[in-house]
């Protein structure tokens, strides 16, 4: 029987990059991997002619030959040109099975995924920590075996890998061992599956979980829940769950590391003639000294106000920035008393109370001269 055209297999393009090839082979390898259709004998042979087709068609050289001569091009043992490149391709594909049946490593036994949960906070709650109930849909070993997969409890030893759970591919002298396709590394078989689980030794539910999230977190912070994940095939270990911190936006406070930020309005008559003013923290309330004639966007720093760093202990600052607020909704007796104030400067006064206004309004006199020149 003729083979299929490596590309069709893989179901790609022939202009497809190396990660497209990837993608595809993984995507083949999660549907068509022996362990995961038990009840399909077609499906091992879909299994090795993706992998053989990833295999070539993953190595530069192999691929180039295949391009120009199909499947002739490895008939005859001419299968590598010059004999290289193949334990790069056995690299990737115990990478690839590393990162679908959670094998970190050639010959450990596999476990079950690691999962992600985002976990949105408000500020108080990262910056002093608290407790929290999570659900996390994933797969739970199941009860009816117990999560070995087995309906009677047994298994046997895996007659591929003979119970080492690892198996040698061989291509002239090159060698490199794999997991055992046939049993997921672990080394055993169930010859009896559990019915509800259908062998899998786990199925699909939520779990509930309590999480302590300690003080100073912030977005992007990860807690590992070891063994939390999801549940490992046929009894096999659990992945691990990693829960990411996302801090909320705050109405006051935006955070910078350890060092909180926020404005602190001021009224025109506090910032010209100075005022001590009440400014919120996250352990309380603390009075601000603002000096005479402060300008809108002045910054005053209060030293250890911010937040108590999760690493070091190590406090952060509280960094505030003026905003001179103009009033609005004036009485008359208030508006009659500005108008007197604004009538109080005059031109050589006016300089020297508002040197700011001064130098932009001769910036603008300058440049209409040298347009109007």
């Known amino acids: 029987m003729s083979k299929r055209d490596y590309y069709e297999v893989l179901g790609v393009e022939r202009s497809a990059t190396d990660e497209e090839l990837k993608k595809a082979f993984r995507r083949l390898a999660m549907k068509c991997h022996p362990d995961r259709c038990p009840d399909d004998p077609q499906a091992q042979d879909r299994f090795k002619e993706a992998k053989e087709a990833y295999e070539v068609l993953c190595d530069a050289e192999r691929r180039v030959l295949y391009d120009r001569h199909g499947h002739a091009a490895f008939e005859g043992?001419?299968?590598?040109?010059?004999?290289?490149?193949?334990?790069?391709?056995?690299?990737?594909?115990?990478?690839?099975?590393g990162d679908i049946f959670g094998m970190g490593g050639r010959g450990r036994a596999a476990r079950g995924s690691d999962?992600?949960?985002?976990?949105?906070?408000?500020?108080?709650?990262?910056?002093?920590?608290?407790?929290?109930?999570?659900?996390?849909?994933?797969?739970?070993?199941?009860?009816a075996c117990k999560g070995s997969g087995s309906e009677d409890g047994r298994s046997a030893t895996c007659g591929t890998c003979r119970g080492h759970g690892r198996v040698r591919m061989q291509n002239g002298i090159f060698s490199v061992q794999q997991p055992c396709p046939?049993?997921?590394?672990?080394?055993?078989?169930?010859?009896?599956?559990?019915?509800?689980?259908?062998?899998?030794?786990?199925?699909?539910?939520?779990?509930?979980?309590?999480?302590?999230?300690?003080?100073?977190?912030?977005?992007?912070?990860?807690?590992?829940?070891?063994?939390?994940?999801?549940?490992?095939p046929a009894g096999l270990p659990a992945g691990d769950l990693y829960v990411e911190v996302r801090v909320r936006a705050h109405p006051i406070f935006q955070r910078d590391g350890n060092d909180?930020?926020?404005?602190?309005?001021?009224?025109?008559?506090?910032?010209?003639?100075?005022?001590?003013?009440?400014?919120p923290t996250l352990e309380g309330e603390v009075e601000l000294s603002v000096p005479p004639e402060t300008q809108t966007g002045q910054v005053f720093r209060l030293r250890g106000r911010g937040v108590k760093s999760v690493r070091n202990g190590r406090s952060g600052d509280l960094i505030c920035r003026v905003v001179v607020e103009t009033p609005v909704r004036l009485t008359k007796a208030q508006r009659e008393l500005l108008q007197a104030f604004e009538a109080s400067f005059d031109d050589e006064s006016g300089a020297q109370h508002t040197p700011r206004a001064h130098s932009?309004?001769?910036g603008v006199k300058q440049f209409w001269s040298r347009v109007t020149s």
Not at 80 to 95: E, K, L, P, T
Not at 207 to 212: A, E, F
């Open 77 to 97: 043992g001419t299968g590598r040109a010059g004999g290289a490149g193949f334990g790069d391709v056995g690299d990737i594909f115990g990478d690839l099975f």
């Open 115 to 143: 999962l992600r949960y985002l976990l949105d906070l408000d500020l108080e709650d990262a910056v002093f920590g608290c407790e929290r109930q999570i659900e996390v849909p994933t797969a739970v070993a199941c009860s």
């Open 182 to 232: 046939h049993c997921g590394g672990s080394g055993r078989v169930i010859e009896k599956p559990c019915k509800r689980c259908r062998g899998e030794g786990r199925v699909e539910d939520t779990r509930t979980l309590s999480v302590r999230i300690p003080a100073g977190v912030d977005s992007g912070d990860r807690i590992r829940l070891s063994g939390q994940g999801e549940a490992g």
């Open 260 to 279: 909180l930020h926020c404005e602190v309005p001021v009224r025109i008559g506090q910032a010209t003639l100075g005022a001590t003013i009440p400014v």
């Open 360 to 362: 932009f309004l001769d």
